[in-house]
């Protein structure tokens, strides 16, 4: 009830009055249990034209996985874009592209995993994911992918450029030859 509060006397123009609650909030609640009542602590901030402060409430939400981490990025990238840190805040925004990429191909392909987009699309995001840093995410998403497809060429084509930049030469030749190519 406290962050509906806050939303409304934000929305009101009520800034401080939401502030006040926010910080109640925080006070109270750790950010994994209320990231909402965080990441509200920091548009407040960006509201108020204070960016700087806004980014470390921005970053904390960002760095928990879940529902908010996409639109605190867009949030953080915001900030850092107004504070001058314009090639940190291009980092963010792609991570937050990627991470709404994600999100549609799960949608799309639903909890059946039936395949309304491509492989090559997916496997595409999935390489998205491995160049931006996030190689954890990529290389789950390419595991789905082989799950279901066991010869999906894309799939295999991604994980052997993978394991060459990695150094691993024998797993990335086995992937190399499970996607019908042999250098």
């Known amino acids: 009830m406290l962050l509906v509060q806050a939303k409304i006397y934000q929305r009101t123009d009520r800034a401080r009055e939401a502030a006040a609650v926010v910080d109640q909030l925080v006070r109270a609640y750790d950010i994994r249990n209320f990231p909402e009542a965080y990441m509200l602590r920091g548009t407040l901030y960006l509201d108020a034209n204070q960016p ?12 928990i996985p879940g529902p908010d981490r996409r639109n605190a990025l867009y949030e953080l990238a915001k900030a850092l874009n107004l504070v001058g840190q314009s090639q940190e805040a291009e980092k963010v925004m792609k991570e937050a592209r990627l991470l709404q990429e994600h999100d549609f191909l799960r949608e799309m392909t639903g909890e059946t995993g039936s395949t309304r987009v491509s492989t090559s699309a997916q496997a595409r995001l999935a390489e998205d994911m491995m160049n931006a840093g996030r190689s954890e995410d990529g290389l789950r998403l390419l595991e789905q992918l082989l799950e279901k497809d066991p ?18 030469s024998e797993r990335a030749a086995e992937h190399r030859r499970r996607q019908g190519f042999t250098p």
């Open 52 to 63: 700087a402060e806004a980014i470390p409430w921005l970053r904390r939400v960002a760095a």
């Open 151 to 168: 010869n999906c060429a894309s799939a295999h084509r991604v994980l052997a450029d993978y394991y060459e930049k990695q150094g691993q």
